[in-house]
């Protein structure tokens, strides 16, 4: 497998990063590359010159997270090093903590090859949600893997009170890693942005509202740790997540949509997300559903129709417990009835999104996921396939519409993996990158 040249200028880490990859001169670096994110996507090409040492390192990490544990030699097939560039580079992060060896694989004509993994507990990073309903706090570890979950609950989020909770589960997040906590890569946070918008279709002030639009989310955070913070759209952390850890890790080019309080999405070209000028692109909640103008006036958007808000609606209207969407009930009676009338709703919204979408991008997949069950997400990706069927694709190809893998958790992991790629990744701003001025997001 080929990979392409990346500009392999690094940029520096802040004090305190877990195992930085060495300089050229084979010793530890004093400061690790900074910035955003790299994926299962990425696909850097090694250098053999000299001073290209912390770089190489990064791609042999990179290597490894896409393909999985593999021996030196494979390495340096992949990623065009020389074997004894590969030897060294391998050593350093075995030293560093980074990498491990797994059990020599024998049967084969030769020395048996001995497969190079990453440590878990190499590095680590701290994922936080803050979204309309709750927040939650993840601690993943070098692999992706959840190590530590919380969360909290509301109706909406209030500044006043919010980040008195956040620094209390941080603090405790912090606390799971014992002596680990010297690997921490930083902290990453998925939040919509426009928290404060849509507060008249859930009933919350404008003063309580219009709060978030005076606080740096970065910033408020940033006064609690001395980690590096990272701040991304909710929706594309959790787009992220996919792309990295599920099923984007082989797709080209897909729209993402995650199901929630709203609908949201995502967008990965090229195997990349793409965030858009202003980091909204794949905002598919705020598609209309028809023309304007005319008796119907300013038309309704799609997160009407489709977002998890307008389930818990009709279940409350009903007299039902709304938290039925999320916890199994849905689709067992009584709230099962009106979960049909929502799925079918939802689907033709959504449906709607996804051919606009397809007509302008030329799109091969579509990734539904959600905070729901498995079992209701499969029901709506089969209500969305009826609903697409209605639609004309005389001149354009219908994209594949697929389960998303990782759930409830993706925009945290999302967020997590933000500084812990940013530490690790041979491209670190991939994720945040500005496609419109090249700024980060």
Same mark, same amino acid.
């Given at each position: 497998?080929?990979?392409?040249?990346?500009?392999?200028?690094?940029? $520096?880490? #802040?004090?305190?990063? #877990?195992?930085?990859?060495?300089?050229?001169?084979?010793?530890?670096?004093?400061?690790?590359?900074?910035?955003?994110?790299?994926?299962?996507?990425?696909?850097?090409?090694?250098?053999?010159?000299?001073?290209?040492?912390?770089?190489? @390192?990064?791609?042999?990490?990179?290597?490894?997270?896409?393909?999985?544990?593999?021996?030196?030699?494979?390495?340096?097939?992949?990623?065009?090093?020389?074997?004894?560039?590969?030897?060294?580079?391998? %050593?350093? *992060?075995?030293?560093?903590?980074?990498?491990?060896?797994?059990?020599?694989?024998?049967?084969?004509?030769?020395? $048996?090859?001995?497969?190079?993994?990453?440590? $878990? !507990?190499?590095?680590?990073?701290?994922?936080?949600?803050?979204?309309?309903?709750?927040?939650?706090?993840?601690?993943?570890?070098?692999?992706?893997?959840?190590?530590?979950?919380?969360?909290?609950?509301?109706?909406?989020?209030?500044?006043?009170? &919010?980040?008195?909770?956040?620094?209390?589960?941080?603090?405790?997040?912090?606390?799971?890693?014992?002596?680990?906590?010297?690997?921490?890569?930083?902290?990453?946070?998925?939040?919509?942005?426009? &928290?404060?918008?849509?507060?008249?279709? *859930?009933?919350?002030?404008?003063?309580?509202?219009?709060?978030? %639009?005076?606080?740096?989310?970065?910033?408020?955070?940033?006064?609690?740790?001395?980690?590096?913070?990272?701040?991304?759209? !909710?929706?594309?952390?959790?787009?992220?997540?996919? &792309?990295?850890?599920?099923?984007?890790?082989?797709?080209?080019?897909?729209?993402?949509?995650?199901?929630?309080?709203?609908?949201?999405?995502?967008?990965?070209?090229?195997?990349?997300? =793409?965030?858009?000028?202003?980091?909204?692109?794949?905002?598919?909640?705020?598609?209309? *559903?028809?023309?304007?103008?005319?008796?119907?006036?300013? $038309?309704?958007?799609?997160?009407? /129709?489709?977002?998890?808000?307008?389930?818990?609606?009709?279940?409350?209207?009903?007299?039902?417990?709304?938290?039925?969407?999320?916890?199994?009930? /849905?689709? @067992?009676?009584?709230?099962?009835? =009106?979960?049909?009338?929502?799925?079918?709703?939802?689907?033709?919204?959504?449906? *709607?999104?996804?051919?606009?979408?397809?007509?302008?991008?030329?799109?091969?997949?579509?990734?539904? !996921?959600?905070?729901?069950?498995?079992?209701?997400?499969?029901?709506?990706?089969?209500?969305?396939?009826?609903?697409?069927?209605?639609?004309?694709?005389?001149?354009?190809?219908?994209?594949?519409?697929? /389960?998303?893998?990782?759930?409830?958790?993706?925009?945290?992991?999302?967020?997590?993996? &933000?500084?812990?790629?940013?530490?690790?990744?041979?491209?670190?701003?991939?994720?945040?990158?500005?496609?419109?001025?090249?700024?980060? /997001?």
């Amino acid at each position: 497998m080929a990979y392409d040249t990346i500009d392999p200028s690094p940029s $520096p880490a #802040p004090a305190g990063s #877990p195992a930085a990859p060495r300089g050229g001169d084979g010793r530890p670096a004093e400061a690790a590359s900074r910035p955003a994110e790299a994926a299962s996507q990425l696909r850097p090409r090694g250098s053999n010159h000299a001073g290209m040492r912390q770089y190489n @390192e990064r791609v042999v990490l990179q290597a490894i997270r896409l393909h999985g544990d593999l021996p030196k030699a494979d390495l340096a097939r992949l990623t065009h090093l020389s074997t004894q560039t590969v030897s060294l580079i391998v %050593n350093a *992060l075995l030293e560093d903590g980074l990498l491990v060896k797994r059990q020599p694989l024998r049967g084969r004509i030769g020395q $048996p090859s001995v497969p190079i993994a990453l440590n $878990p !507990d190499g590095a680590y990073a701290i994922g936080v949600k803050i979204g309309r309903r709750s927040m939650d706090v993840l601690v993943i570890d070098f692999t992706g893997s959840v190590r530590e979950r919380s969360s909290v609950a509301y109706d909406f989020p209030d500044p006043l009170t &919010l980040f008195g909770d956040l620094r209390r589960l941080l603090e405790q997040s912090v606390a799971s890693l014992g002596t680990g906590a010297e690997r921490l890569a930083g902290i990453g946070i998925a939040t919509p942005l426009s &928290l404060g918008s849509w507060q008249a279709l *859930l009933g919350v002030g404008d003063d309580q509202a219009s709060r978030w %639009n005076e606080i740096d989310l970065a910033q408020r955070v940033g006064e609690m740790t001395d980690l590096p913070v990272h701040v991304i759209k !909710d929706t594309s952390a959790a787009c992220v997540a996919e &792309l990295v850890s599920g099923r984007g890790r082989s797709m080209h080019s897909f729209l993402y949509l995650f199901v929630d309080t709203f609908v949201g999405g995502g967008l990965v070209i090229d195997s990349q997300l =793409y965030n858009g000028a202003r980091g909204n692109a794949g905002a598919v909640g705020s598609m209309p *559903l028809h023309a304007a103008g005319g008796p119907a006036g300013v $038309p309704p958007q799609v997160l009407s /129709a489709a977002s998890l808000f307008n389930l818990q609606q009709l279940y409350a209207a009903a007299g039902l417990d709304p938290q039925a969407a999320v916890d199994g009930r /849905a689709l @067992e009676p009584p709230w099962a009835s =009106y979960t049909r009338v929502w799925l079918r709703n939802a689907a033709q919204a959504m449906a *709607l999104a996804t051919v606009n979408a397809t007509c302008l991008l030329d799109l091969d997949d579509v990734v539904v !996921d959600g905070v729901f069950g498995r079992e209701l997400l499969s029901r709506l990706i089969a209500h969305l396939e009826e609903a697409l069927d209605m639609h004309n694709w005389e001149g354009i190809s219908r994209p594949s519409v697929r /389960a998303g893998t990782i759930g409830s958790d993706a925009r945290a992991m999302g967020g997590a993996l &933000l500084p812990l790629y940013a530490a690790f990744a041979p491209d670190p701003e991939v994720f945040l990158k500005n496609r419109a001025s090249g700024d980060t /997001a």
